[in-house]
């Protein structure tokens, strides 16, 4: 398949700057996958689409201050950089900018508290650092670092949590996992109230989600690995649902990819945590994941292709076009969709 069949034109206007408030508030599109229908509804309204046994797998990664700006050792010249994931220890792997003055062996300041020097250049045109410090790394970076927001978000976030799930438990992202953004933790409380199940993986959302495709036939696409967990009890949880004939629903992008990275025959998953660089677009025969609900996302995005694979193609490009029409806010901070896999029950 071709990258320029995933393009779409989207005027600057309609990317959302800020988040919804009440979070819940945000509009939600629902898009039956089987009959192309399309409805118009507000986020909260969700659970009048879900059924008391359905299980929702929610990813409870949170984001750390992963932007850090510093300057070089030598020059004072002004250098940041952007936490991806970490190797062992005191090796994170990052993005160095600018990358010409972030050769291996350049050393760079951050204050007096927190130092590092490039070690080694990855396969991505990323760097390997080595930080040097005293005292407890994570208060250090709460302090010094900044919340990385995508670069199409042009406004300043009042409340950094804003950024965060009302859910986000295990520290170790880059980005969000902005599906997850429109829920509170009353909404979380009605859900369990009407039998349905929650359910939690981790994935730590780097390089590979928001990586550009830069070639033109989508298959030679290489993305990046990102770590994940998936606990026993939420394994046990969703094997419990599909022997009931009940649905899994995933919150996000990110929580599809571990549980469709965990599964190895349909219907059925296991306990298990690693590494995953799973590509999904159209062709791809899902395992696990019923129904899904996701952000607006970028043209040519990988993230645009997974949904393609999951709902149609042509289903999805139609959504968005009435999404247009409809006035919905796009990206990060946008509005949300439900959606229902081509082949579920």
């Not at 952007?82 to 050769?103: H, I, N, Q, Y």
């Not at 050393?107 to 130092?115: M, R």
């Not at 994941?289 to 139609?318: C, Q, R, W, Y």
Request: aromatic share 10%; net charge neutral; glycine share 6%.
């Amino acid at each position: 398949m071709l990258l320029s069949e995933f393009d779409y034109d989207l005027p600057e206007s309609f990317i959302a700057q800020t988040p919804c408030e009440p979070r819940d508030h945000s509009k939600l599109l629902i898009l039956d996958s089987q009959t192309g229908r399309i409805e118009h509804k507000i986020f909260y309204q969700l659970k009048e689409y879900l059924k008391p046994g359905d299980t929702i797998i929610f990813n409870d990664t949170k984001v750390i201050p992963a932007r850090l700006i510093g300057t070089k050792d030598e020059t004072g010249a002004k250098i940041e950089v952007f936490l991806l994931s970490r190797k062992t220890g005191d090796e994170w792997e990052a993005l160095v900018k600018p990358g010409k003055k972030a050769r291996v062996g350049a050393k760079i300041n951050f204050g007096e508290e927190l130092s590092c020097e490039i070690i080694e250049n990855t396969d991505f045109g990323g760097r390997i650092v080595k930080f040097h410090y005293e005292g407890i790394f994570e208060e250090i970076l709460d302090r010094l670092g900044e919340t990385p927001l995508p670069p199409y978000i042009h406004e300043k976030l009042q409340d950094k949590e804003r950024y965060q799930t009302v859910y986000a438990k295990e520290r170790g992202s880059a980005a969000a996992p902005t599906a997850g953004l429109h829920f509170t933790k009353a909404m979380l409380t009605d859900l369990k109230e009407k039998g349905i199940n929650l359910g939690f993986v981790t994935l730590h959302v780097g390089l590979g989600t928001f990586r550009p495709v830069n070639v033109e036939k989508i298959e030679e696409h290489q993305m990046h690995r990102e770590y994940y967990s998936l606990p026993k009890e939420t394994a046990d949880l969703i094997n419990l649902t599909k022997q009931r004939g009940n649905r899994v629903i995933a919150i996000g992008t990110t929580a599809i990819r571990t549980l469709e990275s965990a599964s190895e025959k349909k219907d059925f998953i296991e306990a298990k945590s690693g590494w995953t660089d799973i590509f999904i677009y159209p062709g791809y025969e899902f395992k696990i994941v019923d129904a899904l609900v996701t952000n607006f996302h970028l043209p040519k995005s990988t993230l645009l292709m997974l949904i393609s694979a999951f709902s149609g193609k042509e289903n999805i490009f139609h959504a968005y076009e009435e999404a247009k029409k409809c006035k919905y806010r796009f990206f990060s901070f946008g509005d949300a969709m439900f959606l229902l896999n081509q082949k579920s029950k």
